[in-house]
């Protein structure tokens, strides 16, 4: 696409996400935006890598405890907190990674499935932290530089910034000299390295 071509898709599309939490639910919309940046996570590994991973939700699930941990228990700000998650979830990815990577095809997929399953299992016993079966209800989500993030409208264009910096990076990481050594879907090589 051409770089006019490329804003006016930008453009378009800020429109409707800004517009989307006054037609659907706000909490509906924020759902719908994160659930587009695990998409497009899972993108960066299987369209873009060609590595087909089960073991996503693994990473997902471990930053929202940790997050949910550390303003529930810790009293963190939301930013905070959030930033929290996402160390852990890099954390745990290190060694899932260095055991995974090394597996090619099916024998890959089913390493990232077994660890999803893992982390799945120890979220669910290890009721002290994270609650078990019945989550951890009652989260609080303190204010943030004047955001009240107890208002959903606050607490969605919060989540649609993060969302566009997240999908920020997942262009530029496609469109660096490290995303273009990344072999594409069907190459048989073992990973991007």
């Not at 006019?4 to 919309?29: D, H, N, S």
């Not at 260095?98 to 997929?109: A, C, E, H, K, M």
């Not at 530089?145 to 997942?170: E, R």
Request: charged fraction near 5%.
């Amino acid at each position: 696409m051409t770089p006019r071509r490329w804003l006016l898709t930008g453009a378009v599309g800020l429109v409707v996400l800004c517009g989307l939490p006054f037609v659907v639910y706000p909490v509906v919309a924020l759902d719908i935006l994160c659930l587009g940046l695990f998409a497009l996570a899972f993108d960066l590994v299987f369209g873009q890598v060609g590595l087909l991973s089960f073991g996503h939700a693994a990473f997902w699930g471990t930053s929202a405890y940790v997050t949910g941990y550390l303003l529930l228990h810790v009293g963190m700000s939301v930013p905070v907190a959030m930033l929290g998650g996402t160390v852990a979830a890099f954390l745990i990815a290190i060694p899932i990674g260095f055991l995974s990577i090394r597996s090619v095809g099916i024998y890959f997929s089913m390493i990232t499935l077994a660890f999803g399953q893992m982390i799945d299992f120890i979220a669910k016993q290890w009721e002290d932290v994270t609650g078990g079966e019945s989550g951890m209800p009652n989260i609080p989500r303190p204010a943030f530089l004047g955001l009240d993030f107890q208002n959903s409208i606050h607490t969605y264009f919060f989540g649609l910034v993060v969302a566009s910096l997240g999908a920020l990076v997942a262009f530029r990481t496609i469109h660096s000299p490290f995303g273009a050594a990344a072999p594409g879907p069907g190459s048989s090589s073992r990973g991007c390295c």
